[in-house]
């Protein structure tokens, strides 16, 4: 894939100048434009001026160690795709990985010293190849003033410019297919692609993420209707935090339901951890009344937020998601292994069905198999597809059989 030159400028800070020079190498023989440099300080000042579009990053430096480094690019609001590299343990890694995410800034990954020349190149193809479409025409959109987003949203509602993916999620030991989750998608006519993690929560923030549910509820369940999956199969939708408190949803859903004729246990409602303890009365409230006229209801993007278990047993979901951060690192981590383990064998315990989501490699989805994990969703069985596209799509028999092979 062809990338411009401003695309693909790597920074590297490293006092070891052996190491330095061996990332130059690698980085430059796969087509980077490299600088480099042993001294923190001229770093954080090389990548304002010069604007790398990756930087590397080694932990352990002498007086300013790769912390303080995180820390002053977050606060120059780097948007550089930072590498961590280092000798030191995985656990340090680990962590050193959270502290550079919660402070805003996007981690292509992490590698482990001694690394490969692949490893590197890899990690930085395919940060390119993933944010690179889509970060510009989302940049432009969050600049949108609510006035501003209003009148883009309903245009593009009124010109069929929204529209649902849709993806399917298996089952681990068998592969078959279990449900489908439906994701919205904004193609912008001047714009392109707006990724839904822009969209979504300034739909949140304007008031008009009650449109963008309404329109979800109607196309999918459409979809879903006309589908005539076997009755386990079940369609997910997601559900924004402020539409959790909101007394009329499960009215809402109920009727949408009827109007397609899709019977209402076929149908999860997706509710992110966060959204559920945003309000947690009134989410335990919504969430049981769904649970009452028959929906199941499921934790999304278990692992990310701040509730206790016992907060979570509380509440009547039927399903767990354990987020892609925990489930993409299951292979790579130790801990991170045993913390999966732990939220299969917790969901389980509690009467839940846990799916995996993020699942990216064969390897990752045996692991999964192996931990007891029921369901996984993930681009290495399918990607969120069109309903065109789902009509012709079947499970990867190939990649199901390397899990099988593995068992
Ligand atoms: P989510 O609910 O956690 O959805 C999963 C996201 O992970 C989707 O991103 C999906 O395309 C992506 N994904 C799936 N498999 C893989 C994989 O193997 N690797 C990686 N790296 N990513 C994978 P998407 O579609 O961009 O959606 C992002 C988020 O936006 C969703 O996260 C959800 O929170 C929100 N969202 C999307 N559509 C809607 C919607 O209609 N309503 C609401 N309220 N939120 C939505
Ligand atoms: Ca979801
Ligand atoms: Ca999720």
Known sequence: MEQAAEERRVLIVDDDPMVRQ????HAESADFEVRDTGDPREFLKMQREWRPHFVVIDLVMGDMDGLDVLRGLAKAGSEAAVVIASGVGARVLDAAHRLADEQGLTLAGVIS???KRAELVALLNAQSERHEPATAAGGRASEWSSAEFSAEFHAALRRGHLSVMYQPKLACSTGAVVGYEALSRWNHD???PIPPDVFVPMA???GLIHDLTSFMMRESLAWFAGLDAPPEVSLAINIAAVE???PKLD????????TAGVETSRLIVEVTETSAMEDPVKSLEMLTRLRLVGFHVSLDDFGTGYSTVQQLARMPFTEVKIDRSFVSAITKSHDSHVLVATMVSMSHGLGLEC???GVEDVETLRAL????CDHAQGYVLARPMTAEQIADWEPPVDVLAEVRKGA
């Open 244 to 246: 959790l408190a909101e």
């Open 251 to 258: 009215a809402r859903l109920l009727a949408a339901c009827r």
């Open 190 to 192: 001047t714009l392109g």
């Open 113 to 115: 010293k001694p690394f």
């Open 22 to 25: 061996m990332i130059v190498a």
């Open 369 to 372: 198999n192996e931990v007891g």
């Open 355 to 357: 799916t995996a989501e």
């Open 204 to 206: 949140e923030r304007t």
